[in-house]
């Protein structure tokens, strides 16, 4: 009778949580993109606000410390140095809260997006330019299923629930066939919704159930799923994020993908159901370039140190 009641208890708390779309689509992309800056900046929350904002770490797009508009992004495709993509036409702006362990802030040594062809959708539609996409929360108390995830980038199938990350990083590089090594290292991946309702504005998107969208937010873009990389130090404990604790992962993202490849790739890859893997049309060396320091995040940053 016991074990009756735990199963139905079981099972009322999994009807809460946000359904794990089905794993049977193979169409998806992905681009990697270096760490351009960090600094206490958030183009979406508070925009032209330098310091009303806790510490960010971006990628991709390089000028993240005021808005970012369609017009900008446009601009940017003349210039390929404006991101830190590996793939050009990616001029997206990425961002997550700032990690720490023990007090000690752990800079990422890159972010990959991956974007995947939703679960049963028979068409999928590219992001308009400009578009702003927050997934996560940045106040959460609990753990975020389905949207936030942890794991060790060395073995993925090494992981903890969203409140929990699991021991990685510090262990020898393992040597791999081609003769490079892995090191291993803690990845934080975000998870953002799919659905959308055609408008463009900040909260137009809702994620799927099962593959099936709310109703009123029937189109479907695609998934993208935000993973960045951080060298922690083994046992990976005593995390937290510059927004509070382990709960509180997030990420935002600004669609700066030039329009044509977009769509090719989303025909490619997306609506092809083939995974085209990693894309690239340049070197790590050329893209995962640090962009010039910023001269009042390090003023701000030694105010606070009471220097």
Same mark, same amino acid.
């Given at each position: 009778m016991?074990?009756?009641?735990?199963?139905?208890?079981i099972?009322?708390?999994?009807?809460?949580?946000?359904?794990?779309?089905?794993a049977d689509?193979?169409?998806?992309?992905?681009? =990697? &993109?270096?760490?351009?800056?960090?600094?206490?900046y958030?183009?979406i929350?508070?925009?032209?606000?330098?310091g009303?904002?806790?510490?960010?770490?971006?990628?991709?797009?390089?000028?993240?410390?005021?808005?970012?508009?369609?017009?900008?992004?446009?601009?940017?495709?003349?210039?390929?140095?404006?991101?830190?993509c590996?793939?050009?036409?990616?001029?997206?702006?990425?961002?997550?809260?700032?990690?720490?362990?023990?007090?000690?802030?752990?800079?990422?040594?890159?972010?990959?997006?991956?974007?995947?062809?939703?679960?049963?959708?028979?068409?999928?539609?590219?992001?308009?330019?400009?578009?702003?996409?927050?997934?996560?929360?940045?106040?959460?108390?609990?753990?975020?299923?389905?949207?936030?995830?942890?794991?060790?980038?060395? !073995?993925?199938t090494? !992981?903890?629930?969203?409140?929990?990350p699991?021991?990685?990083? =510090?262990i020898?590089?393992?040597?791999?066939?081609?003769?490079?090594?892995?090191?291993?290292?803690?990845?934080?991946?975000?998870?953002?919704? !799919? &659905?959308?309702?055609?408008?463009?504005?900040?909260?137009?998107?809702?994620?799927? @159930? =099962? =593959?099936?969208?709310?109703?009123?937010?029937?189109?479907?873009?695609?998934?993208?799923?935000?993973?960045?990389?951080?060298?922690?130090?083994?046992?990976g404990?005593?995390?937290?994020?510059?927004?509070?604790?382990?709960?509180?992962?997030?990420?935002?993202?600004?669609?700066?993908?030039?329009?044509?490849?977009?769509?090719a790739?989303?025909?490619?890859?997306?609506?092809?159901?083939?995974? &085209?893997?990693?894309?690239?049309?340049?070197?790590?060396?050329?893209?995962?370039?640090l962009?010039?320091?910023?001269?009042?995040e390090?003023? @701000?940053?030694?105010l606070?140190?009471?220097?």
């Amino acid at each position: 009778m016991a074990i009756i009641k735990l199963l139905a208890i079981i099972l009322s708390l999994a009807a809460l949580l946000p359904a794990v779309a089905s794993a049977d689509s193979k169409g998806l992309w992905a681009v =990697g &993109c270096g760490l351009v800056g960090s600094g206490q900046y958030d183009a979406i929350r508070a925009p032209g606000q330098p310091g009303n904002s806790h510490l960010h770490d971006f990628f991709g797009y390089r000028d993240f410390t005021s808005a970012i508009s369609a017009p900008q992004l446009k601009d940017s495709f003349a210039d390929p140095s404006s991101n830190s993509c590996l793939l050009k036409a990616d001029s997206s702006a990425y961002w997550v809260p700032a990690l720490y362990q023990q007090g000690i802030k752990v800079d990422p040594t890159a972010a990959w997006a991956y974007y995947r062809r939703p679960a049963d959708a028979k068409q999928v539609k590219p992001y308009p330019l400009g578009m702003q996409i927050i997934a996560g929360n940045a106040s959460a108390s609990k753990p975020q299923y389905s949207v936030v995830r942890w794991y060790c980038d060395w !073995d993925s199938t090494f !992981d903890g629930p969203p409140q929990s990350p699991p021991d990685c990083g =510090g262990i020898q590089p393992v040597d791999q066939p081609d003769g490079s090594s892995l090191q291993d290292q803690l990845r934080l991946e975000i998870t953002f919704p !799919d &659905c959308w309702n055609g408008q463009r504005v900040l909260g137009s998107v809702r994620y799927d @159930r =099962g =593959g099936v969208c709310p109703a009123r937010y029937k189109l479907r873009l695609p998934q993208l799923k935000l993973n960045v990389l951080y060298p922690v130090q083994y046992p990976g404990k005593n995390l937290s994020l510059a927004s509070g604790s382990i709960l509180t992962a997030h990420a935002d993202f600004v669609n700066g993908w030039q329009p044509a490849k977009q769509q090719a790739l989303i025909s490619g890859c997306l609506t092809a159901n083939v995974s &085209c893997g990693r894309v690239r049309d340049r070197t790590q060396q050329q893209a995962w370039k640090l962009s010039p320091p910023i001269a009042a995040e390090q003023i @701000r940053s030694l105010l606070q140190a009471g220097i």
